[in-house]
T-cell receptor, first 109, second 115 residues
Framework: DQQVKQNSPSLSVQEGRISILNCDYT??????FLWYKKYPAEGPTFLIS?????DKNEDGRFTVFLNKSAKHLSLHIVPSQPGDSAVYFC????????FGTGTRLKVLA | NAGVTQTPKFRVLKTGQSMTLLCAQD?????MYWYRQDPGMGLRLIHY???????AKGEVPDGYNVSRLKKQNFLLGLESAAPSQTSVYFC??????????????FGDGTRLSIL
């Protein structure tokens, strides 16, 4: 039973437009959420996080939104750039981190 | 500026062979982790350690053993490799939490094929 789900395996967006990546979770006890970005042949790198006591966190072009009632997390990238093309993983923490299956984002120039 | 270093980067084994994957971190982190990544499965936790001399099982520990004899090193062992263990293995580390969760720092992975 997967506790953290990323239902879109892939997403294509035009350069300059908004990218929205989604993540759903089942356990209401998760207290911290993170997004990681992964390029081919490299390890995941931390992007942005949010505590369960907040509903939004912003860092430059990246904003994470948390909707606790819907158990839904989203990452917005505005504007999208070709260098953002990567696989994005969401993760939820209950002590240790549980990762989603990832969404491959392709930003078209 | 190394961060988390995994050796080797690639390896091909025959079924039944044994091997050890090495993870080294130079950030003085207390926590260390081993994950495997398979297509459509995300990152699944194999084993982890919350400090030197301690280890604990994760989500998919069967067929693997680990040791953390030194704080900076975390070893993942396969005693008798099976084709189902063909995967990309990632090591990660993070510092002890204060009031907030600290993100993990990942190595670049070891691609392991079992024939």
């Amino acid at each position: 039973d997967q506790q953290v789900k990323q239902n879109s395996p892939s997403l294509s967006v035009q350069e300059g437009r908004i990218s929205i990546l989604n993540c759903d979770y089942t356990n209401s006890m998760f207290d911290y959420f993170l997004w990681y970005k992964k390029y081919p042949a490299e390890g995941p790198t931390f992007l942005i996080s949010i505590s369960s006591i907040k509903d939004k966190n912003e860092d430059g072009r990246f904003t994470v939104f948390l909707n606790k009632s819907a158990k839904h997390l989203s990452l917005h990238i505005v504007p999208s750039q070709p260098g953002d093309s990567a696989v994005y993983f969401c993760a939820a923490s209950l002590g240790e981190y549980i990762f989603g299956t990832g969404t491959r984002l392709k930003v078209l120039a | 500026n190394a961060g988390v270093t995994q050796t080797p980067k690639f390896r091909v084994l025959k079924t039944g062979q044994s091997m050890t994957l090495l993870c080294a971190q130079d950030m003085n982190h207390e926590y260390m982790y081993w994950y495997r990544q398979d297509p459509g499965m995300g990152l699944r936790l194999i084993h982890y350690s919350v400090g030197e001399g301690t280890t604990a099982k994760g989500e998919v520990p069967d067929g693997y053993n680990v040791s953390r004899l030194k704080k900076q090193n975390f070893l993942l062992g396969l005693e008798s490799a099976a084709p189902s263990q063909t995967s990309v293995y990632f090591c990660a580390s993070r510092p002890l939490d204060g009031y907030s969760n600290q993100p993990q720092h990942f190595g670049d992975g070891t691609r392991l094929s079992i024939l």
